[in-house]
């Protein structure tokens, strides 16, 4: 039986869904997957990783330093634990020091290592000159990548990425963790090494990590390795997630996108953000107890340092925004003091702030000015700095997210060449679907299981907003260890939250007895009581 059939019905049509895409959609089939050979280079790609393996040559996986990356260096890892090949080492660059992608130290220590192959994971379509010093020591390069690709490709032995120009891959949105697990599965298809078939799903935790961190869009095969990997992320037997999750209070049997998105990414991130990007690799892929609990503790140590710092510098560009006459349509903000590894979670909250884009720039270690950019209203980041690309020095990233570099020159001018170019940019989604109208008694596990079956929510998938006319307020209070987070308790007793709030962000009066709420429908299971709540999105005048 189908509870509330006429919002289920709203549900598939907001997101597009033919009544032939409908089962597909509700019932992701692990099957449905595409054949990694159909990705361009896959086979030379493979081919070349049973040949090192078979040669006994040394490898290095070098991963980005983020929460896309990182978890697809724990895929390889994984990979060569089951093949029990042990010829290979890790390569993570530090954020702050050596900035994104390869880079020539790196290529040289990779030399002195005795590498004759390097794997990149999430990085490399754009390192032409890096690409070729390794050429000239003698190390292969095998790039795994989903970031755009520029006019030119480097020289490399492979390039597996579904953006190239001339892929003809049916799905081109998969994030980095995905292209080397889809290189994972082309490699045991053909040389099992002595693995059981299917054992590489283990490493699909990692994936719908990667995935739900990554700002790429849950639909088609993201949204089968997220809903797949979520499955067996609330089963893996990693004792650094374990560790993670009795840290954070979080049931690892109930582990949901939110939890994901809110608890864990910023947990790995903070570890390039704030120190080394190596303590996230190390906490996802050990197998001993004592270690995982030393590094889960270290890891909630810097978020909260980190967490401090991004306060800081959002407070001090909100102060400078206030000061302006007039915000441009995309903004552009930065301080040669500020440190770019923080600026893409500062950037967020300014897009959450001021409805717009957002650039914030700052110095890295070089001395070069460099920034994070993240987007609003699904316009295309990647199109949009392509629309004005004479304003960087380099730029990279993917619809939502991405980072340039850029000259104090091209600044003065780069808010206002952003802001014309956004006007003339068509908007691929709209930013909220339109509400669906419910009644507080509608609020029910009938409805929840209507909801759920869209789930995991994400980019390309939002979750769905309901609107809730005349509402009735029993309670209003200021809850969390600083009373920083609003709740509404309405009749008959359903909670309402809304995290870094109060009434006055919303204009809410003691006065106030009934309100239109624009809200989210959740499941949390704090202290593992399951309670449905709503998740404030606005409250209307």
């Not at 280079?41 to 040949?51: H, T, Y």
């Not at 040389?191 to 739900?212: C, H, N, Q, R, Y």
């Not at 892929?285 to 890891?299: G, I, N, R, S």
Request: hydrophobic share 40%; proline share 5%; with cysteine.
């Amino acid at each position: 039986m189908q509870y509330f059939p006429e919002l289920f019905e709203s549900l598939l049509k907001q997101r597009g869904i033919t009544p032939g895409e409908k089962e597909n959609f509700l019932n992701p089939n692990y099957d449905n997957l595409y054949d990694p050979l159909l990705l361009p280079d896959m086979e030379k790609a493979r081919d070349r990783v049973i040949e090192a393996i078979k040669g006994n040559e040394h490898i290095v996986v070098f991963s980005d330093y983020d929460a896309d990356g990182i978890p697809g260096a724990v895929v390889l890892s994984d990979f060569f634990m089951r093949a029990k090949y042990e010829n290979v080492s890790f390569y993570i660059p530090h954020r702050h020091d050596e900035g994104f992608g390869l880079n020539v130290d790196a290529i040289v220590e990779c030399k002195e290592r005795g590498a004759k192959l390097i794997i990149t994971v999430d990085c490399g379509i754009a390192d032409i000159k890096e690409v070729a010093l390794a050429n000239k020591k003698g190390i292969d390069v095998i790039i795994t990548d989903h970031h755009e690709q520029k006019n030119v490709l480097p020289k490399a032995f492979a390039i597996v990425n579904p953006k190239r120009k001339d892929s003809k891959y049916p799905f081109q949105e998969l994030c980095g963790s995905a292209v080397v697990f889809k290189l994972v599965q082309a490699i045991f298809a053909k040389e099992s090494f002595g693995v059981k078939p299917g054992m590489e799903k283990w490493s699909l935790d990692m994936v719908a990590i990667a995935t739900l961190s990554d700002m790429v869009p849950l639909v088609g095969e993201n949204r089968i390795l997220a809903r797949f990997g979520l499955d067996v992320l609330r089963k893996s037997p990693r004792a650094g997630l374990a560790a993670l999750f009795r840290k954070l209070n979080l049931n690892q049997r109930n582990i949901s996108e939110d939890d994901i998105a809110f608890m864990i990414t910023p947990r790995i991130n903070a570890a390039s953000r704030m120190g080394v990007p190596e303590d996230a690799f190390k906490l996802l892929k050990t197998t001993d107890q004592v270690e995982a609990e030393k590094l889960a503790l270290h890891l909630e140590k810097i978020n909260n340092e980190r967490k401090g710092l991004v306060a800081s510098v959002v407070k001090e560009a909100k102060a400078h925004l206030a000061k302006r006459e007039k915000v441009g349509e995309v903004i552009v903000i930065g301080n040669p003091e500020w440190r770019p590894a923080i600026l893409g979670l500062v950037a967020n909250s300014l897009v959450e702030e001021y409805s717009r884009p957002v650039f914030v720039w700052g110095r890295d270690g070089d001395g070069v000015l460099k920034g994070s950019c993240r987007s609003y209203n699904g316009y295309d980041l990647y199109i949009l700095m392509n629309s004005v690309t004479d304003a960087f020095i380099e730029f990279g990233g993917h619809a939502g997210a991405g980072g340039f570099s850029i000259t104090l020159e091209s600044l003065t001018t780069l808010e206002e060449k952003l802001s014309n170019a956004l006007a003339a940019l068509s908007m691929e989604v709209e930013l909220a679907q339109s509400s669906l109208p419910i009644s507080i008694s509608d609020i029910s596990e009938n409805l929840w299981d209507t909801v759920s079956q869209f789930a995991p929510f994400g980019m390309g998938n939002e979750k769905p907003v309901f609107k809730i006319k005349k509402a009735e307020i029993k309670l209003i209070r200021q809850f969390g260890k600083e009373n920083n987070h609003l709740e509404l308790t309405l009749s008959p007793n359903i909670k309402a939250i809304s995290f870094f709030s109060s009434p006055q962000t919303y204009k809410l009066t003691n006065l106030q007895t009934s309100i239109t709420l624009l809200a989210n429908l959740e499941k949390s299971y704090f202290r593992d009581r399951p309670e449905l709540r709503l998740r404030i999105v606005n409250i209307e005048p």
